[in-house]
Every structure is written in C-alpha cells, then in structure tokens.
C-alpha cells in the first residue's frame, strides 16, 4: 500500500480556490449534504446567532479589506465589538489571536496567487494582501515558511504533491494536536462503493484548473471526470499525468474507461487548497485505517458534484480511492 505520508492532493495546482473565501462559506451551509471541511464553519456553528453574526462580519472584513491593510483593532471597531472584548473572544474561540488570523490570512493569500498568477509582479502580489512592500512579504514569507516567493512559484513545476502539503500545513487553522483542517479530515465519512465500468469523452485540456472550468462553463464543470494514476502521486508535478473527460455524454461518444472495480469514496465541501490537501489525505488514511489495499495500478478519480458560483462560493469534490477487494 502507498504511504499517506506519500500521498499529498493530486491536482492541487488545479485547485487554486481563493483564499479570500475560506471563512465566507459560513454564511452559507454547503447546499448538499456533503462532508463540510471548513474550520470557520466548525468554529462559529455553536454559538449564539448574535454572536456569530458578529464573527461573521469581523471575519468578512478580515477577508475583503486585506489590500487597505486594516488593523485587527480596526476590524473590531467596523464589527461594533469593543478591540478588548474582540481580541478575548477570538483567542478563545480560534486558537490564535485576531492578529495572527489575520497575519495567515495575508500569507495563504500570497501563497495561492504566487501558485496561480504568474502574470502579477511579486509587488503587485504584495500590495493585494496587504503589505507595505515586496520586501515586507518576503520577510513574513522567509521567517514562516522559510522559503522565497521565486521558491514558492517553482514548487508547482519542480516539486511534489508532498512539498506542496507541507507547505500548505504551514498555513492552516491551528489546533490542539494538529492542524484543524486535519483534525476535520480525520472524521470525513467514507464508504466502500462498488462501480461498474465508466466510460468518459476526453477533454484535451493541457493546463487544467478547476478554477479556469468553474469560470468558464459555470455548474457543466459537474460533468468532468480528472484520473491521475496512484502510482504517479508522489512524483515531482511535471512528471504527472492525468486524463480528463465528460462522464455526461451518451456512450456511442466515449473514448476512455475508467475500469469496475471498488472504490473508498468520500463527498467533501471545501473553500481552500488546505482543505482539499486534508481531504484527499484524510481519505487515504482512512484505507490505511480500515485495512483496506489501494490498487496502484489504479487511478484516484476526483469529480465535482456542485460548485457555488458565487463569490463567496465553494465547490462540492467527489473523491474516489481505488482498491483491492
């Protein structure tokens, strides 16, 4: 069996989900009843709604005002919460202050558009979430993640799955043990499903990303089916493959097959590139839990089963893990 600790996300620079949006989705519940893997929801379900609402707006702002460079205090006077009471309850409820919330924020931020925007200048980056400078960011990027911007763009092309989830875990939600994007990922529900022969149209798409799909053929990206064979997992990026294809189309029109056989399958509600690592992680721990054998010859199937397009948004993943019965 592959080792989880091989198995990172297997398309994460195809799932570049802003990060502007990981806490909006707690405003609003996942529309199907999927797995929700999104720490803020987690953290704000069990308080009282006036509270929360408050929350809501606080972390809101924290979100979309990040290029004006607004203090937490700044953010708790916009919230009508008194700064002291702001900063007690926030520590307490999320395990970090309000200023490190906001400080990670600025630095997934950063991150994800150094994965998905060649085209900014690092300044531009820089000035988008919220720092004076370039040599501002480079300083936070190099004493919390120990690397360079230049580093960070040639990870996607250079590095593995594995490179790219530990960077990613850097920038999580922090918790008691682990991460909280883990420890919600530790309780995602599987379930051993039995699937016949699938066929599928291939879509000749040589730069996929999910985001590009979602923007340009909107809630049709939930016919697409992405195979990336387990063997290749833990290879650097630019040694991967994978097949995409329209699973929807009649099957006089099919030219790929996705053989029968069992699958461990989960169905997870994500906003994030740290939820998405957890997820495909979790799932592959829980195999390893249950016993179960991945078939390496096999291929991780991932589908979309909804997407919000909104932009406070989510998407809705299928997540499926070959294995032999």
Known sequence: MISSLQVAFTTANRHSRSYKHILTAAMTDSSDTSYTLVPEIALLAPLPEHHRKRFETALLLMHDTLAEGLSWEQIAEQSAISPYHFHRQFTLLFNETPGQYLSRVRLQNAVNLLFIDDGKKITEIAHLCGYSSSQAMAKVLKQKLGMTAKCIRDLISTGTPEDTSQLLEKLAHPGKDHSLEKQL??????????????????????????????????????????????????????????????????????????????????????????????????????????????????????????????????????????IIV
């Not at 799909?213 to 493959?241: R, V, Y």
């Open 185 to 322: 990922a530790q309780s995602l529900p599987c379930e051993l499903v039995w699937y016949p022969k699938r066929g599928m149209k291939i879509q000749h798409m040589p730069d996929f990303d999910w985001d590009v799909i979602f923007d340009t053929i909107g809630k049709k990206s939930t016919q697409l089916l992405c195979a990336t064979p387990i063997s290749e997992l833990n290879h650097p990026w630019k040694d991967m493959s994978y097949t995409v294809g329209n699973w929807q189309v009649s099957s006089e029109h099919f030219d790929h097959s996705i053989p029968e056989g069992y699958y461990l399958c989960c169905e997870v509600y994500l906003v994030s590139d740290i939820a998405y690592s957890a997820a495909i992680k979790g799932l592959f721990e829980q195999a390893e839990k249950q016993g179960y054998q991945v078939d390496e010859d096999g291929c991780f199937i991932e589908m979309v089963r909804d997407v919000e397009l909104t932009l406070i948004g989510g998407a809705t993943f299928a997540f499926q893990v070959p």
